[in-house]
């Protein structure tokens, strides 16, 4: 993988990773233009570095946050932190069940399907439109939303069906205030990024690869960077409701991944 590469795919990832519009879809996308031509533990390698640059762009960004919710959590007694940890606990169990036991035929999506990403990104388009015209969104998150929001987060493990996109979507469907829809998105992919990048880099020790740490190096901070400006980004478009934007993006994006795939 070339430095230029490696740039490229942290940008993609900093970007797609808050903005909805699949990370993994664009990745993908990514990869069939450059050629696929990466190995598999160069390819696994890079993506464990990717997410853990964009973990930290949301510890970053959530920092306030994150600490407040630790204070709190240092509390023996039920209070706030402690309810959001709760829902972020429920919220993470689909996924994770998914990613544990049907890990095989989750992979399998992750081969340059063009045709499923296109379809995907095409109903994350669709989700994004509906979700933008929802009506008034007052609501207070709670268990029973925070459980619906996680399984929706499961079924976006596929390939074009943006994690952001329908977390927020579905938290906006379900009335659930638009700011407390962005925070609880992005806080609650970070217990499952890190376990994520734990499983995969002990998948990592059992092959052999050379390691190039210059790529990694600029792979890593091209995505921390634009991964902080997207996401701060993002939030605001929520607050202002302009998410019409990114459903046309999608749409269009999707329209031109089916068409390559098929030709």
């Known amino acids: 993988m070339s430095n230029w590469e490696a740039i490229i795919l942290g940008i ?14 664009h990745l993908e996308i990514a990869k069939v233009l450059m050629g696929n031509a990466f190995l598999p533990s160069e390819s696994l390698l ?5 997410h853990g640059a964009t973990a930290l762009s949301t510890l970053y960004v959530f920092r306030k946050d994150i600490l407040a919710i630790l204070k709190g959590l240092m509390v023996l007694e039920w209070n706030p932190s402690w309810r959001f940890a709760l829902w972020v606990v ?19 999506l ?19 439109f509906f979700a933008d015209r929802a009506g008034r969104t007052a609501q207070a998150l709670n268990t ?13 493990i596929l390939p074009g069906l943006s994690r952001s996109g329908a977390t927020i979507g ?30 995969s880099i002990m998948d990592l020790e059992d092959s052999t690869v050379s390691v190039n740490y210059l790529p ?13 400006l997207a996401c701060q980004w993002m939030i605001a478009l929520v607050k202002r409701s302009k998410l019409t934007y990114f459903s046309l993006y999608c749409s269009l994006v999707g329209l031109i991944a089916l068409i390559y795939g098929l030709r």
């Open 12 to 25: 993609v990832q900093g970007i797609s990773e808050f903005l909805p519009i699949s990370s993994s879809g």
């Open 216 to 228: 990694l190096g600029l792979g890593f901070i091209s995505a921390f960077i634009t991964g902080i």
């Open 46 to 50: 890079m993506t464990i570095v990717l």
């Open 110 to 128: 992750f081969s340059g399907n063009l045709i499923l990403v296109g379809l995907l990104l095409l109903v994350t388009a669709a989700l994004l």
């Open 170 to 199: 579905t938290a906006l469907l379900l009335k659930i205030e638009r700011s407390e829809a962005a925070r609880f998105s992005f806080l609650m992919v970070i217990p499952l990024i890190l376990g994520s990048m734990a499983k």
């Open 90 to 108: 429920l919220s993470m169990l689909p996924a994770a069940f998914v990613g544990l036991f049907f890990e095989a035929q989750i992979a399998a």
């Open 144 to 156: 029973k939303s925070a459980l619906v929001i996680g399984l929706t987060q499961c079924i976006a």
